[in-house]
């Protein structure tokens, strides 16, 4: 890192950072030396795990907090991202948080991060979203930004960022047809993208975000459960915990070697071992797999694209790198995969990029990005059969291009009805009921016979993914913005909210990596017993001892070899070591 740190800044002006908030892991990034650059964090690793847990008056944030999902998991949230935008609430001890707020301590951090790696202070950002993310989702993302003190003027969806990235990296200009497959944590994105030239535009996405890395997390276990006979819920919290580690593990030691094995300890009244390969994890996950050809075929069938057609397949997403996973987009698509560089890192190169392309750079001003809209919007209209359930009317349908204004005219139902009600809707379900309802808006119309009498609904969706609803009648017009009806957050309470959040302390960046030792040694202590317990005890109170002296030089030695401690300790726990110790 000899780089000037200021050479990012334009004539003074602040950066723009890109961030991808991930459901698992999180990654900033800004356009730096003409290329998107990724910024460490304070343990100077690139993926910081979207973990936030609360420790007395402090927030801990990253990898210290993902150590306490074992050792305190009551006052640790993880996957949050998967509720943004609904009212859920997380009680981590006395504190209450929205799945908005506990982004916005992700954000924060990534911010400080930044901050660090630039040398200047940043405002703003470009946040990535799913391509799936609905309206409310979309809004939550944007005042998690704010709740960390980031303007975001901007989202950008996975995929784009991702396919951007790749055309950057790769200098390809050519034009070609890609299918960009993003597997994460919690959720999958399938899109249809064209390029050509300078021009990177979006056919079609699809995409489910409920299916994840995390579901072959919970089938590993499963598996694990019906061979011991063990049942997850009946674990002491601690193994259970240990579990899903492990069974994480094993999914990544699977993605090394496509006929290696891996295998699952744990001691619960007695010791049970569990073996697992590929082809066990392949059959026993075969609902995933049927569920990744569903959300493929719809993305090829939108963008009315044959898989031949097809010039590559971009992989995306740290779930990506699972062998079984290419192995069975292969064979569904006959077509070559492309790994450009690690999966999990390439939607932060994109919204890096994008961040340089907001900040107006020389370089890569002339990039064109094209959006569609990932869902259809609609009003609600009359159901003769059955009044109560009213029929979605699609006005901009899914995958149109964005930004996008269409205009469509409804007449009234009733004999000398006064008003008309626009209900708006947002989803692909014939009933409206089974759709998202965004809000309504009510006009007055002149008297007269069913069916005389209309008005024009005009809806305007932009890429930053609000909605304008423009209503005329022969009397009056009305325009409505429809942004946060599912949460409606006002100005002033955003502001009051953030008063209250700032004062809340993010533990300091600088103490970053004694903190992660203290909370891996809790989590050690939490899953051991015996005299092993009893030796990561008193090297923790040694460790704290050094660390009350404050001298750096002492500390620093005293944490290598307190860390040196703690791998042996993982270590052994790996090779089922300390279960003879107890003897
Ligand atoms: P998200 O975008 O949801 O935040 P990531 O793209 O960082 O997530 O992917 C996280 C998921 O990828 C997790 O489920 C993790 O277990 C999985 N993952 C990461 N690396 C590997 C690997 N080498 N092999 C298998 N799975 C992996
Ligand atoms: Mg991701």
Redesign the pocket.
């Known amino acids: 890192m000899e780089e000037n740190p200021y050479e990012n800044l334009v004539n003074g002006q602040m950066a723009i950072i890109g961030i991808?908030?991930?459901?698992?892991?999180?990654?900033a990034a800004v356009w730096k030396g003409a290329r998107g650059a990724l910024i460490p964090n304070s343990l100077g690793e690139l993926?910081t795990p979207?973990v936030v847990s609360v420790d007395g008056d402090e927030i801990l944030v990253g990898r210290a907090a993902k150590e306490r999902l074992i050792s305190h998991p009551s006052l640790t949230a993880s996957s949050f991202?998967r509720f943004m935008g609904t009212k859920k609430v997380y009680s981590l001890g006395r504190k209450n948080f929205t799945p908005e707020e506990l982004s916005s301590f992700v954000l924060r951090r990534l911010k400080e991060d930044a901050e660090v790696f630039l040398g200047s202070p940043v405002d703003e950002a470009v946040i990535s979203v799913p391509a799936y993310f609905n309206d409310n989702q979309r809004s939550a993302a944007k005042r998690a930004g704010l709740l960390a003190g980031l303007k975001v003027e901007r989202l950008i969806n996975?995929p784009s960022a991702a396919a951007l990235a790749c055309r950057v990296q790769e200098e390809e200009s050519s034009s070609e047809r890609c299918l960009v497959f993003?597997?994460?944590?919690?959720?999958l994105d399938v899109s249809v993208v064209e390029c050509f030239e300078n021009v990177i535009e979006i056919l079609a996405i699809s995409g489910n975000n409920r299916l994840?890395?995390?579901d072959?997390?919970r089938i590993i276990i499963d598996c694990f459960c019906r061979e011991t006979g063990l049942s997850l819920a009946a674990l002491a919290p601690e193994n259970a915990a240990s579990l899903l580690a492990q069974a994480?593990q094993c999914?990544?030691l699977?993605?090394?070697d496509a006929n290696g094995s891996a295998t699952i300890l744990l001691e619960e009244g007695g010791i049970f071992s569990f073996n697992l390969t590929n082809k066990k994890l392949v059959e026993a996950a075969t609902p995933i797999f049927n569920e990744i050809a569903v959300v493929v075929r719809r993305a090829l069938q939108d963008s009315e694209t044959r898989p031949l057609q097809l010039d590559r397949v971009l992989l995306?997403?740290?779930?990506?790198?699972?062998l079984t996973v290419q192995k069975y987009l292969e064979g569904l698509l006959r077509t070559r995969l492309l790994k450009s560089g690690?999966?999990?890192l390439l939607?932060a190169r994109g919204v890096g990029i994008y961040a340089g392309i907001k900040e107006r750079r020389e370089d890569i001003r002339d990039l064109v990005l094209t959006d569609v809209c990932p869902f259809t919007l609609g009003v609600a209209v009359r159901n003769k059969e059955d009044p109560k359930r009213s029929f979605m009317s699609p006005i901009i349908e899914r995958n149109n291009i964005l930004p996008s204004s269409k205009t469509h005219r409804y007449f009234t139902a009733s004999e000398y009805q006064t008003q008309i009600e626009i209900e708006v809707y947002q989803g692909e379900s014939l009933y409206c009921d089974e759709n998202l309802k965004l809000g309504s808006l009510t006009i007055n119309v002149p008297s007269a016979p069913k069916g005389v009498e209309g008005v024009d609904v005009r809806f305007t969706y932009d890429i930053n993914g609000i909605l304008e609803v423009e209503v005329r009648s022969d009397v009056k017009t009305m325009r409505k913005l429809f942004v946060d009806e599912g949460n409606p957050m006002s100005q002033e309470e955003i502001e009051r909210r953030l008063k209250e959040l700032m004062a809340l302390k993010i533990h300091p960046r600088d103490k970053e990596e004694n903190r992660l030792l203290l909370a891996r040694a809790e989590r050690c202590y939490a899953e051991t017993s015996g005299s092993l317990r009893e030796q990561i005890s008193l090297a923790l109170r040694h460790f704290l001892r050094e660390l009350g002296r404050q001298e750096e030089r002492s500390t620093r030695n005293a944490r290598e070899r307190f860390a040196k401690f703690l791998d042996q300790v993982d270590w052994s726990r790996d090779q089922n070591a300390y279960f003879e110790d107890e003897g």
Not at 316 to 322: A, C, L, R, T
């Open positions: 991808d908030l991930g459901t698992t892991n999180s990654l993926l979207s991202k996975e993003d597997f994460g944590g919690g959720t994840g890395g995390d072959f997390d994480e999914k990544r699977l993605s090394e995306v997403g740290g779930s990506s790198n699972m690690p999966p999990e939607v």
